[in-house]
């Protein structure tokens, strides 16, 4: 069982920058994947960004690619979404989520936080 507890959102203008973290309980976080979706209001919630157990490989939706990063601290238990050059269209309920398995369904998520980017 994981627990994910995100942070960091707010408000901020265009071209800003925020970062998120997402705090995992539970001694075996080092061994999940982690990523994090967005859902913007009355849409679906999206992938945004993945990062492998052993911080290696990273993935990145198109849409933030060369502006948002991934990273994590397993001795910390915690991910992190680095955000730059944030644009209105980024403005979203952010969600991190965990899961065992490369090709497995995300088994456990956050409760979110708000990013609001104004123009």
């Known amino acids: 069982q994981v627990q994910l507890v995100e942070s960091g959102g707010g408000l901020v203008q265009a071209g800003g920058s925020l970062r998120l973290s997402c705090a995992a309980s539970?001694?075996?976080?080092?061994?999940?994947?982690m990523g994090w979706f967005r859902q913007a209001p009355g849409k679906e919630r999206h992938f945004v960004a993945a990062?492998?157990?052993?911080?290696?490989?990273?993935f990145y939706a198109d849409s933030v690619k060369g502006r948002f990063t991934i990273s994590r601290d397993n001795a910390k238990n915690t991910v992190y979404l680095q955000m730059n050059s944030l644009k209105p269209e980024d403005t979203a309920i952010y969600y991190c989520?965990?899961?065992?398995?490369?090709?497995?369904?995300?088994?456990?998520w956050g409760q979110g936080t708000q990013v609001t980017v104004s123009s």
């Open positions: 989520a965990a899961k065992r398995g490369v090709n497995s369904d995300y088994d456990y």
């Open positions: 539970g001694r075996l976080f080092s061994t999940y994947h």
């Open positions: 990062i492998s157990w052993n911080p290696v490989t990273t």
